[in-house]
């Protein structure tokens, strides 16, 4: 495309001279990706690119309030989007007639009820799924094509997740063909504007990148690119507006969930990169350098002279962690030394774990996808010894040594942000934030033992996330960063440190032996099941619990 251009309008400084390229392969009318490090500029950037030109704009990102905050930078020619807020306005009109229909939500007891499950559903001769379980897999199911850049549900979007780590291939195979048929079935009736099952954000999002759509612009901002919806990184591939994807292929943290890195999936015809920090001086720079290289990047993050920065012991802002169970353990710490704590996000999902452990005690299935298919908190606990299920040993322990009601009291006490002497956060929930200080918990670069070819090469994709996890959480302090490793004294050793000891790759302790491969019954004679039941009680034990038997 050809750019009108137009006179800058001031940022509030003078481009830098990696800004001042990006500006020049953005006029030239190209296709042009920006990789952005930590704390460069992007925002500043992206109002350069805006500034620059009379064209129409289309500015696009995952969250609401960094869209709020670009409205008030961007100029008039650029409109400022959520991607769900597009998907809306295209929605046929029929779907939003009533709000419930285009936004409502129908839980898996009730969509149990509305598909008629009411008992029990015998995989196999030893295992079973109760209604909620059911509803719960038919939903994830759908949740996950609907997310997914794919015209069709299949077996692919069938999670596996909780007592399905360790089922059997048979069993996984009659689960997968149970949730398509169903979930195909429900996302049917999704579909209808008549039917009263909700599409749901994920489902209008899903229908608009369906349709097929053409953007009303001249060119189109896409924000962080690294964590793309891949159906809005379908909908994109098929503009023929000027594309600009903008982000840090080193931060993308929500592979997990099915986010596609766009900053390494598609092309462009330039490619330019932001590599000096604003939000940092040299110190953490090196740091999260460090991490970088170990990535396989050979560029370093460069950090602001005019900044002082040190990687060591500090009076935190901010403590971050890696899992939700240290999320709890500092929040605990914090209220019994009489601070006010202010946990970062709506933290559901944190209450959702607790409201499931005490469902689970009280003999009730639950939702939660770490507990799906067991029947008993027992049958967890049992669940966390193993390599499966090692990564809730954490989590198990809290709960065992706080209780729940306790840590879902200590939850409630977070205040709000304005009267929190301390933050804690997630190193998820803190992309995007920063603060003057902040101290890391002990949970990050966690490894194992890989045995087979199948799981060094699993091991090597979760390794490379543990990594930019790691960097994101490194790189939200300004000032000061404080990384401890687990059993050390004194003064907490800099990143490149506990780089050093994450590559040794020792193996991990676990308390129970390796998972056992399963035979079905039909194959063995009756003195080889009863040798079996008799032998190896805790074995079969476990198995039958895998789906409530």
Not at 36 to 60: E, M, N, P
Not at 141 to 156: L, Y
Request: glycine residues 6%; aromatic residues 8%.
């Amino acid at each position: 495309m050809v750019h009108k251009k137009a006179a800058a309008k001031p940022v509030g400084r003078k481009p830098t001279t990696e800004q001042q390229q990006a500006i020049d392969a953005f006029l030239s009318g190209g296709s042009l990706r920006i990789n952005a490090y930590a704390g460069t500029g992007k925002t500043s950037t992206l109002q350069f690119l805006a500034h620059g030109t009379r064209s129409r704009g289309q500015y696009i990102a995952f969250n609401k309030a960094i869209v709020g905050d670009a409205r008030e930078k961007f100029p008039p020619t650029v409109n400022c989007s959520t991607t769900h807020s597009l998907a809306l306005k295209s929605l046929h009109s029929d779907y939003k007639k009533t709000k419930d229909k285009f936004a409502g939500k129908v839980g898996t007891k009730q969509l149990a009820e509305i598909l008629g499950f009411k008992k029990t559903w015998r995989v196999d001769r030893d295992h079973s799924l109760q209604p909620v379980s059911q509803a719960y897999l038919i939903q994830q199911t759908v949740r996950r094509f609907a997310q997914s850049g794919d015209e069709e549900i299949s077996d692919a979007h069938v999670p596996r997740h909780g007592s399905l780590l360790t089922a059997s291939e048979d069993t996984l195979k009659a689960v997968k063909e149970f949730a398509c048929n169903n979930a195909r079935h429900v996302w049917h009736r999704m579909c209808d504007p008549k039917d009263a099952i909700p599409l749901g954000f994920d489902g209008f999002l899903k229908l608009w990148g369906l349709s097929k759509p053409q953007i009303a612009a001249d060119y189109i901002l896409l924000d962080e690119a690294q964590d793309t919806n891949p159906v809005v990184l379908e909908v994109l591939r098929r503009q023929n507006a000027q594309l600009v994807y903008v982000g840090d292929r080193y931060q993308q943290i929500y592979e997990w969930r099915g986010a596609v890195n766009a900053m390494d999936a598609i092309k462009t015809d330039a490619i330019v990169s932001l590599t000096q920090s604003f939000r940092f001086g040299p110190e953490i720079a090196g740091e999260a350098s460090r991490i970088l290289q170990r990535l396989g990047e050979s560029v370093p993050l460069t950090g602001n002279p005019a900044m002082r920065s040190r990687v060591g012991s500090c009076n935190p802002n901010a403590i971050l962690a890696r899992t939700n169970a240290n999320v709890m353990t500092a929040l605990i710490q914090c209220l019994d030394e009489g601070r006010k704590p202010h946990l970062v996000g709506d933290n559901r999902d944190l209450k959702e774990l607790l409201w499931g452990v005490r469902d689970l005690k009280e003999g009730r299935p639950t939702d939660v996808a770490d507990f799906f298919g067991f029947t008993s908190w027992e049958s967890v606990v049992d669940f966390s010894k193993t390599t499966e299920g090692e990564h809730l040993t954490m989590f198990v322990n809290l709960v065992q040594s706080k209780g729940e009601k306790r840590l879902l009291w200590a939850i409630n006490q977070s205040v709000s942000e304005e009267q929190a002497e301390i933050i804690i956060s997630t190193a998820h929930k803190a992309k995007g934030r920063e603060w003057k200080n902040v101290r890391l918990m002990d949970d990050f670069l966690k490894t194992r033992e890989a045995r087979t070819p199948a799981e060094k090469a699993k091991q090597e994709q979760e390794d490379a996330a543990e990594l930019r996890l790691f960097y994101v959480a490194v790189t939200r302090a300004k000032e000061a960063i404080e990384i401890p490793i687990m059993g050390s004294k004194g003064e907490p050793p800099p990143a490149s440190a506990l780089l050093a000891k994450y590559e040794e790759q020792a193996p991990a302790k676990t308390a129970v032996a390796p998972p056992v491969d399963w035979q079905e019954p039909v194959k063995q004679n009756r003195q080889a099941q009863a040798t079996h039941v008799t032998e190896k009680p805790a074995k079969r034990g476990f198995f039958s619990r895998l789906f409530g038997g």
